[in-house]
């Protein structure tokens, strides 16, 4: 009964933590692997997503999104990243959030299993249950878990996590399983679990060493005895082949524009910035004050990395020193072995270029980190109270915790109350329920959950105001900028959300453009965004200026290659647009990128090329109303009239239709055969746009294919009344006269 109502209340208090994000817009990379990417528009396949995303290589996640997706389009809500709307991503934030308390369910039931069934373990844990719930609560709640759950592409985080854990503890009720036909079934399960993490992240590969290392520090008791079983073997066996998932998207390179060795950052400047970085986030683990959504691309220089070098290199050390006495201090080697498993994919040698650091890293290693330092804080516990003169003092360390609480809370409010929008009455509010659960304990005796709920209370507190950062793109990018004012790509971020505000913000736009330039005129990044401010100042030669520049610098670079193929195309020059819209296309072959090369072999004649295009585009994206119509126009233009009659039909569909959507319908109801709806068609579009010649035009035309030249002559003769001069209703009438015989 207390375990249940300590997980009501950690739910609780979870939920409060990231409510003010619930409804936080798409962000960076959420916006191609979500919006943009169109294979999470079906069910199914969606096993093959696009690359250079943060979902290329990871199949199990994109099917999540597709889900996730499904109902969105079920509850018939609007996805584009643009406009912004209330609900487009709060169907995403739900599920993430519910991933993350997933994982802490799994985490407590690792810890509570590991303590209760291993005699090093019990030896300096007396309590599973509660040591096991501190520790989750405080994972759960740590502000610097926020990016993985509020920045909503991080689900690849979050999955890969979940699972990792899952192979922990369905290996663990493995080895603790009566019966030879349980044993098994664990084991398979692991092996499933292990294999959906392997489509999840590429982190996951290093958890078969994981288990192996968790065997030998917590069951066997040697390594020979680890390796020595043969149901033990094939269980291993199975899990290593698990890893080829994962080693087919690392050597497919399906994101070849963000990690590798080609990317000009070297192992050794990566290496030495994993270094500070990690050191950096256990900082931020004791002390969360610098929470930076993104640390930019360059790699650390100088001696910042040197003390995190030290640090590593100690626990390094220490590790390898637990493990050569491992019957003894295995838990610690296990620990320390685990922290490094899962920072090593992203955080040794290989470059991550785009990304020097990134909290969502420590999501999962938060967890081996937390557990050493509250068995040391037990360990020391039980020494105090060991004298009785010491247990006396120790009396007083839970009001000690609640009055360093309530300090800490007011230098909170102070420093971050009003941006994360939390009221005095608020403030004080969360101070006096926490000071009270800590007086209460401290009546009650319970010194411990005295300690858990002043800490949680701050926790939350914290993670309440961060998530309330990620509520707005404007207040998450200024707050990198003011921690970051060093990277380009923050104030790149910045300018484009003044860009799309309502109304545009050009001049700050351009401001903030300008600078990322400053810091870094490499920073190809920016010039597209600067270009796009230029169009809407009306300077069209300065954007194409711009744009020309940029690919002088990187000819390759897809964004400034998209944005003149679509610059020169708006301003009529569709023979210069065309090979650089197609040279998009191929590179990222969406139902955008094709629709735009389509238009473009249209303007120019090619009719042939511009079908194919846009039958591509609506492979990609079955929805895609545009395409449809342009693609129902123009076969309707080529007299495959009954072949359009579907396109058309869902283009109209619901209401939607425009009156020259309905016009071509109407033509191509004819050319079917299906005369009522083609004159039923033709009459609402001439009523709905009775001001333009040309619906009446399309009008007309639906009428001579369904040979009734009088009703033909009727449009043709008021769309000449709009535009007398209009050469095209003239030879349309000519041709009715021609019909019914009468001469001009």
């Not at 597709?66 to 609007?78: C, E, G, P, Q």
């Not at 069934?117 to 007396?126: P, V």
């Not at 043709?716 to 003239?730: D, V």
Request: net charge neutral; glycine share 6%; with cysteine.
């Amino acid at each position: 009964m207390l375990l249940r109502r300590a997980w009501l209340v950690i739910t609780i208090a979870l939920a409060i933590a990231y409510l003010p994000a619930i409804r936080a817009p798409y962000e960076f990379d959420d916006i191609s692997s979500i919006p943009g990417n169109s294979t999470i528009r079906t069910l199914w396949p969606v096993l093959s997503p696009p690359e250079n995303t943060s979902v290329a290589g990871r199949p199990v996640v994109n099917y999540s999104l597709a889900i996730n997706s499904a109902l969105n389009r079920w509850l018939h809500v609007d996805e584009r990243p643009y406009p912004d709307g209330p609900n487009k991503t709060i169907g995403y934030h739900i599920v993430n959030l519910l991933v993350h308390l997933l994982c802490g369910m799994l985490l407590f039931g690792v810890v509570r299993r590991t303590i209760a069934n291993s005699a090093q373990a019990s030896a300096l844990i007396r309590t599973p249950e509660q040591f096991a719930a501190v520790v989750t609560a405080v994972w759960l709640l740590h502000p610097i878990q926020s990016e993985a759950v509020n920045y909503l592409i991080q689900r690849t985080e979050l999955l890969v996590s979940l699972c990792y854990l899952g192979v922990l503890y369905t290996s663990i009720r493995a080895w603790d399983a009566p019966s030879l036909q349980s044993r098994i079934v664990w084991r398979v399960l692991a092996v499933l679990t292990c294999a959906l993490g392997m489509g999840s992240k590429e982190v996951m590969i290093t958890a078969p060493l994981a288990i192996m290392l968790y065997d030998r520090a917590f069951r066997a008791p040697s390594w020979r005895d680890a390796v020595s079983s043969a149901g033990r073997n094939v269980f291993y066996a199975a899990l290593i082949v698990t890893t080829l998932i994962s080693l087919a998207s690392i050597t497919t390179n399906a994101r070849f524009d963000t990690v590798g060795f080609h990317l000009g950052v070297t192992w050794y400047q990566y290496l030495y910035s994993q270094a500070w970085a990690i050191a950096h986030y256990l900082r931020l683990a004791l002390w969360p004050d610098q929470l930076t959504f993104d640390y930019g691309h360059k790699p650390i220089t100088g001696f910042r990395g040197v003390a995190g070098a030290l640090v590593l290199t100690a626990a390094l050390v220490a590790t390898v020193v637990a493990w050569m006495r491992a019957s003894t201090w295995g838990w610690l080697a296990f620990l320390g072995s685990l922290f490094f498993l899962l920072l090593a994919p992203s955080s040794s040698v290989v470059p991550v270029a785009t990304e020097i650091a990134a909290e969502r890293r420590v999501y999962l290693a938060l967890a081996p980190a937390l557990v050493l330092v509250f068995i040391g804080a037990d360990w020391l516990r039980q020494r105090i109270t060991a004298n009785a003169r010491a247990k006396q003092l120790a009396l007083a360390a839970p009001v000690l915790v609640g009055l360093l609480y309530v300090v800490l809370s007011g230098w909170f409010i102070t420093q971050h109350a009003g941006d994360a929008g939390v009221g005095p009455a608020v403030a004080r509010g969360i101070i006096g329920v926490a000071a009270g659960a800590i007086v209460w304990c401290v009546i009650t005796s319970h010194y411990l959950r005295a300690i858990t709920a002043g800490a949680c209370t701050l926790l939350v507190a914290v993670t309440f105001a961060r998530s309330r950062t990620y509520a707005d793109s404007e207040s998450l990018w200024r707050d990198t900028v003011l921690k970051a004012p060093d990277n380009p790509r923050a104030y790149d971020n910045l300018a484009a959300t003044m860009f799309y505000s309502e109304p545009p913000r050009l001049a700050e736009a351009k401001a903030l453009y300008e600078r990322a330039i400053q810091l870094d005129s490499t920073y190809v990044h920016a010039w597209p965004g600067l270009a796009s401010v230029a169009v809407d100042q009306g300077r069209i030669a300065d954007a194409e200026s711009l744009l020309v520049r940029v690919l002088r610098i990187d000819p390759g670079y897809s964004d400034a290659v998209e944005h003149l193929g679509k610059l020169l195309l708006r301003t009529g020059q569709s023979a210069k647009a065309l090979p650089y819209l197609e040279q998009f296309a191929v590179g990222y072959p969406s139902d955008g990128s094709l629709i735009s090369v389509a238009t473009a072999y249209m303007q120019l004649g090619r009719f042939d090329d511009a079908i194919d295009a846009l039958r591509k585009a609506l492979e990609l994206n079955p929805e895609r109303t545009d395409a449809m119509r342009y693609l129902g126009g123009m076969l309707v233009e080529q007299g495959h009239g009954a072949e359009a009659v579907p396109l058309l039909e869902r283009a109209v569909s619901g209401g939607n239709g425009a009156a020259v959507d309905l016009g071509l319908l109407s033509i191509a109801y004819a050319h079917a055969g299906r005369v009522d709806d083609a004159v039923r068609l033709a009459q609402s579009a001439s009523a709905s746009a009775r001001g333009s010649a040309n619906v009446q035009i399309l009008a007309g035309r639906a009428m001579l294919v369904a040979m009734r030249p009088a009703d033909a002559a009727a449009y043709f003769t008021e769309a000449l009344r709009l535009n007398p001069g209009n050469s095209e209703a003239q030879d349309y009438m000519d041709k009715v006269r021609a019909m019914i015989g009468v001469h001009p």
